[in-house]
Every structure is written in C-alpha cells, then in structure tokens.
C-alpha cells in the first residue's frame, strides 16, 4: 500500500514551458487535492476534486488545470510557468475525515 | 473566510519539557480539525483528529484538544525529545471538503 505518490520529486522549468504533475493513490478515496506550500504561507489550495470527472477551484488556481480521468489519480498541470509558481506542491486525498499527502514535489522556474 | 492562526511560529526547548502548540481559527462552524506534522523536505504527516464534536484526542505522548466556541485548539507533547522537532502544523476542516491549513510553529528540541 504505497498510499499517496507523486512524480516528479524535483523538477527545474523556464519561465514559458509547461509540465504536468503526476498524483496517485492507492487507498480508493473519492476526495484529491493539490496544494502549493511558500515559506511562512502555509498550504495554498489549487485546484481540488471530489470524484472521478470533477474538479474544482481552490484558493490559488490561476495559471493552473487539473484533471481527474481516473479515480486514482489527479493531474496538476501548468502551461506556461512564471517565475511565481515557484513552490513546493502537494498533493493529498482524502476519506470523509482524514486527509493524506504525498511527498511533495520541488518545481522551481527559473 | 476562515482564518487559521498559529503562535507561536518556532519555538525552541529543552529535551524533556512539554510542548504546547497553539491553533486559533475565526469561524467555529467546523466538521474537524486535524493536526500534522512536517519533517524538513518531507510532505504532512497526520498526528491527531478531532471531531466537531469532540473536547480531546490521544496518541500516546499527544494530546489535542479542541474548544469550538473561542476557535481554539492545543496541541500538547508530553516530555519532548529532540526526534519531536518538526514543523507542526494545524487545519481546520469546515462543512465541506476543503481544510485551511495555519502556517505552522516549528519545533526545536534541544538534547
């Protein structure tokens, strides 16, 4: 049971590319989220999703989309990064009560 | 909006002493709250959750409780050891499916 993973740990961008961010679960939950953690902000809600073919906005969602295909995983995805999406990102799910993260993965955009 | 506070934001003692962690938060209307813990370079790990209706929960050395109407929570670690230090942080879940996460208080425990 690997729980929650996310691909990739570490990535270095230009301002302008874009990339896709990668989250699977392992635990069946019906509830995924993604985050972006800056030094003394805390976590920042991007984009979030409830079930299989939803999602929804967060608290920070400009500049990103998601996608939820499948049940088990939830892509984060930027289309042309700025230097301001430099941040750590999380990833998490969630059962009716509990919510669980992902490693995190280090995107900085130069 | 809710809003979740955290005082202090680092805090540092010596080995053996209890730790007390403060969460503060604007709205009482919540489902939950939970607390985790956050290890340098490493993602959330969840120590504690407390239900609306619930005053307390236990993990052996944790203690966390919970006053819904001054929008406060505590989280205690009895006896601290230096493998405690971390960033500990709190999130408040309302009546739906999103948390509001405070910025954290990291810990520092010195042998």
């Known amino acids: 049971n690997a729980g929650v993973t996310q691909t990739p740990k570490f990535r270095v961008l230009k301002t302008g590319q874009s990339m896709t961010l990668l989250c699977a679960q392992d635990?069946?939950?019906?509830?995924m989220y993604w985050y972006r953690q800056d030094p003394g902000m805390g976590l920042r809600l991007i984009h979030y999703?409830?079930?299989?073919?939803?999602?929804a906005k967060g608290e920070v969602p400009d500049g990103y989309n998601v996608s939820r295909l499948k049940k088990q995983n939830f892509l984060l995805g930027l289309e042309s990064a700025a230097p301001s999406q430099t941040s750590v990102y999380f990833c998490?799910?969630?059962?009716?009560?509990?919510?669980?993260f992902g490693p995190g993965t280090r995107l900085t955009v130069l | 909006k809710q809003e979740v506070t955290q005082i202090p934001a680092a805090l540092s003692v010596p080995e053996g002493e209890n730790l007390v962690l403060n969460c503060s938060f604007t709205?009482?209307?919540?489902?939950?709250l939970q607390w985790f813990r956050q290890d340098p370079g490493k993602g959330l790990t969840s120590l504690l959750l407390?239900?609306?209706?619930?005053r307390e929960q236990t993990s052996g050395r944790l203690n966390a409780s919970l006053d819904k109407s001054s929008g406060r929570s505590t989280l205690y670690i009895a006896a601290s050891q230096p493998g405690d230090s971390a960033t500990y942080l709190c999130?408040?879940?309302?009546?739906?499916?999103?948390?509001?996460f405070g910025a954290g208080t990291t810990v520092t425990v010195r042998a």
């Open positions: 998490a799910s969630m059962t009716g009560n509990e919510q669980f």
């Open positions: 635990m069946n939950h019906e509830y």
């Open positions: 999703s409830v079930g299989e073919g939803t999602t």
């Open positions: 709205d009482s209307a919540i489902y939950n």
């Open positions: 407390i239900q609306s209706s619930q």
């Open positions: 999130a408040v879940r309302p009546n739906d499916y999103k948390l509001s």
